[in-house]
């Protein structure tokens, strides 16, 4: 599949069959995450997949599951954490998003929806599946069989905002955004 009809195919899914994923498929997505870059390859990423309906009733404690049948706590380890020596900015929060956003376009292709939860009560979460300090909840992603079907690729026509209106070329100006909106 084109890598853009993929990426426009991938959307939010707040509602699941509680049908089961396969191993294989599983692996395939929590590959992709493994192969997804990260600042200085430092691989921050400590993924915990929670299945089983126990588990699964203690996240919703911290939040709603929709349904799901496979939730990725995923969590950074703040360790050996890459920080920006300019103003403390730690990688780890990016590299999450980068894992996290390479899992959900390997579960997309295997036409598994996904929604990636940052909104979520991380005390919680530390607390029911005993991560330790250093370790970080970062994100929830949750993962199953959309109960209804995916959305359109075409929504992304009128729902998303313009190049033109989220990309500037060589400054900020929001001057050039608004006189370029003016010629189209």
Known sequence: MDFLEL????????????????????????????????????????????????????????????????????????????????????????????????????????NIGSVMVGLFDPEIIRKDFNIPEYIEPTALLLLGYPDKGFLSADRHITERKTLSDTVMYESYNEQSQVAFKDFQ
Not at 45 to 57: G, H, P
Request: net charge positive; hydrophobic share 40%; with cysteine.
């Open 7 to 110: 990426a426009k195919q991938r959307c939010t899914t707040r509602g699941f069959t509680g049908g089961i994923i396969g191993k294989s498929h599983l692996d395939r997505i929590l590959s992709a995450g493994r192969v997804a870059p990260s600042a200085c390859n430092m691989q921050p990423q400590r993924i915990i997949v929670v299945q089983q309906s126990d588990n699964i009733l203690k996240i919703q404690k911290a939040y709603r599951t929709f349904g799901s049948q496979c939730v990725l706590i995923v969590c950074q380890d703040k360790r050996n954490a890459l920080v920006r020596p300019f103003d403390g900015k730690c990688s780890g929060d990016l590299d999450i998003g980068i894992i996290c956003d390479h899992m959900m376009l390997a579960a997309r292709e295997l």
